[in-house]
């Protein structure tokens, strides 16, 4: 992508999560997506699960450069990683969002957020003991750039701690397809195909990894069908512990899943 057109991208996603420019294809999709699928993860554990594990990843801070890549206004973990890390910095396309960022990280030392492109000459900031991007990632078109700019920023031994959508489920890929058309932020939003996971773990050492909302994704249509609440409940409940234990050992049952935790380590 050459720089003008990068820029431009760059200007429509900024508005896109800034004034919620989205047409109604894409509106539908994010009640799906943001709607039902968030109630699911937040109704079963799986989202509290996701926070634990990437707390976990993050280890002992006190002495570690954080990057908080594409942060927007932050979330829970944006602010336990600045108010732990040595040095804590959160960076977004998005004015709106850096300014709101910058007043929650006022009385903390150590920490700032920057409007800058990560891709871009101006971002120069580097060493960094980890980079934390949370639904980041696949919003780089090009994954071999973003890969060697990544490698650039950490220090050796450095870690990324990532969590993004995936394509690789065949029904949700089928949608996907359907719905890409008319997507609005279709120039930036490309989840991780098979081809993409397996750049990653070339690239990197992948440490640990967890897929959510494998067998779980099919809870709205359980819901459909006669039964108790409590039966379907705990029914959906093994599906996570399901999806959760063996998408971290089996590649092929994580490729069923929807989202994608990865623990990576710069390689020597």
Known sequence: MNKRHRKTVNQRQQEFYDKKRKNLPTRIWSYFRNGILNRTKKGIGIEADIYELHRSWFGDLSQKKVLD???YAGNSLSMYLAQNSAEYLGIDLSPKGIENLSGRLSQTDGARAEVVDFLSKDFREKDFDLI???GVLHHFKDVDELIFKLKEKLKPNGAIISHD???????????RTLYRPFQSDKDWEWPFSRKTYYKFEKAFEIIERRAVLGKTKWLPFLNLLPGSNDK???KVKDWHREDWEKSAINDEYMFGCMHLSMFMQKKD
């Open 132 to 134: 934390y991007a949370y």
């Open 165 to 175: 959508p995936l394509e690789t489920s065949l029904p949700i890929k089928a949608i």
């Open 69 to 71: 890549l594409g942060c």
């Open 232 to 234: 379907k409940l705990e």
